[in-house]
């Protein structure tokens, strides 16, 4: 499989629940972002990693943790969410930090009941 | 801070015919890139156009094209020979050359391409 790979496609999860999302890529690129995209507002940067350090953190609350084991994939992790955190969660790889622009996962769709 | 502004919430457009869709952006960077993107109902985010703010040529791909206008900060993409496939929204995106900044994206446009 090539490009960008997220999973869950979807997923429904409580206040109280954890829960993780998952990107992976097989471009070989060694960045990798988390967007958040709510409807009728700019897609929000959440966290950037080149080379599996981060190296941005958008001031996203603690209930949000990223993980990046290594250049291919990189997690979300989620606890204690508020219904205002459902939205699509992007993400996306580039070849390098200023690249050519990024490649894109279709995306988690994430509802907090 | 870099914004990108898209004036356009919604368009819609007959098939075969031609729509542009405008973008604004402000930076104080001389150089820079700027993306469309498309992101149809799969929801995936597709590059469909790029220009350095170097170039004075504007960028074209196939029936996409731009209109690049660096001392007004507009963006604007054109679609020629509009198809239903067209149907999506459409983020311009803006990314500089210093400080690896990541790219920020407009708002967005929703086209529609009518039969």
């Known amino acids: 499989e090539t490009g960008v790979t997220q999973t869950p496609r979807h997923l429904v999860m409580g206040m109280t629940n954890k829960k993780s999302l998952k990107c992976e890529q097989h471009?070989?690129?060694?960045?990798m972002y988390w967007y958040k995209q709510s409807a009728k507002k700019p897609l929000e940067l959440m966290f950037v990693?080149?080379?599996?350090?981060?190296?941005e953190n958008n001031s996203v609350p603690s209930r949000f943790s990223p993980e990046c084991p290594n250049s291919s994939h990189l997690f979300l992790h989620l606890h204690t969410l508020q219904p205002e955190d459902s939205a699509l969660y992007l993400c996306a790889s580039s070849q390098e930090l200023v690249g050519n622009g990024y490649t894109f996962g279709s995306g988690t769709r994430l509802t907090v009941v | 801070a870099q914004t990108v502004t898209q004036s356009q919430p919604e368009m819609s457009v007959q098939e075969a015919e031609t729509v542009t869709l405008s973008c604004t952006y402000d930076t104080s960077e001389s150089n820079y890139y700027l993306f469309w993107y498309k992101q149809p109902p799969s929801r995936q985010m597709i590059l469909v156009i790029r220009q350095e703010a170097y170039k004075q040529q504007n960028a074209t791909e196939n029936r996409f094209s731009v209109n690049f206008q660096k001392a007004a900060k507009s963006f604007s993409l054109k679609i020629s020979d509009s198809q239903l496939g067209d149907t999506a929204m459409y983020f311009c995106?803006?990314?500089?050359?210093?400080?690896?900044?990541?790219?920020?994206f407009g708002k967005g446009t929703r086209l529609s391409v009518i039969a």
């Open positions: 995106a803006f990314m500089t050359l210093s400080g690896n900044t990541p790219l920020v």
């Open positions: 990693y080149n080379f599996k350090e981060q190296t």
């Open positions: 471009l070989g690129h060694n960045a």
